[in-house]
C-alpha cells in the first residue's frame, strides 16, 4: 500500500439509496421546524443527532437506530430546507475498504456538478482519505470534521483516484449551497 498523506474534502461523501423509503425531496422548501416534525412522523427510524458541536452550516442531523444511515437536511438563513443527503450506509463499508486495500477513508458515491468536490476535481467513486489533516476513519466522524471546517477558507484534501493519490485543494463555500 502506498504512504498516504492528509486531505480533506467538503461534504462530498453521500449515498442516494434507491428504493429507500426516505426521500429527501419531501422535505425540500420546509421550515426546520416542520422538517423536525415530518421526520418524527414519517420517518421513525431516524433520530436526531446532536453529537456535532460549533457546526458553521444550518442543518439538522438524523441518524436511524442501528447507526448505518445518517440524513443531513440543510436550510437558508431564514431556516428553509434547500437540499437533503442521506450521507452514510454502513452495511458494506469494511468490504468496501478491503477491496480498495486501505484501512481509512470515505468513498464518494455522487458528486453534484457545481458543489464544493466538483470544483475541486473530485469524482465518484474517489476515496478521500484524509481531511484538513485528519485521518478520515468512518463516514460519520467524516461528516463531523466537515461540520468543524471554517467557511471561506481553503483546505487541502487527500483523495484515492483507482491506485494513486494526490491533494486536492477545497474552498469551503462561506454557506451551504
Not at 416534525?37 to 458553521?56: A, C, T
Request: glycine residues 6%; hydrophobic residues 40%; contains cysteine.
Amino acid at each position: 500500500m502506498k504512504t498516504l498523506t492528509p486531505i480533506l474534502i467538503l461534504m462530498t461523501a453521500m449515498l442516494l439509496l434507491a428504493g429507500s423509503s426516505l426521500s429527501g425531496q419531501s422535505v425540500i422548501d420546509l421550515t426546520k421546524e416542520e422538517v423536525r416534525v415530518k421526520v418524527k412522523e414519517k420517518h421513525m427510524e431516524f433520530r436526531r443527532d446532536k453529537s456535532v458541536v460549533n457546526q458553521r452550516f444550518n442543518y439538522l442531523k438524523y441518524v436511524n437506530g442501528l447507526r448505518t444511515r445518517t440524513w443531513i437536511i440543510y436550510f437558508t438563513e431564514e431556516d428553509i430546507c434547500r437540499s437533503s443527503k442521506l450521507v452514510c450506509d454502513y452495511g458494506e463499508y469494511d468490504e468496501m475498504l478491503e477491496e480498495l486495500g486501505v484501512d481509512h477513508g470515505v468513498r464518494v458515491i455522487q458528486v453534484v456538478p457545481t458543489g464544493t468536490a466538483a470544483k475541486a476535481s473530485i469524482m465518484a467513486n474517489d476515496v478521500i482519505l484524509s481531511l484538513n489533516g485528519k485521518q478520515v476513519t468512518d463516514p460519520s466522524e467524516f461528516v463531523a470534521q466537515v461540520g468543524k471546517l471554517k467557511p471561506g477558507k481553503s483546505v487541502a484534501a487527500l483523495v484515492m483516484r483507482g491506485e494513486n493519490s494526490r491533494y486536492v485543494a477545497i474552498e469551503i463555500p462561506k454557506s451551504h449551497e
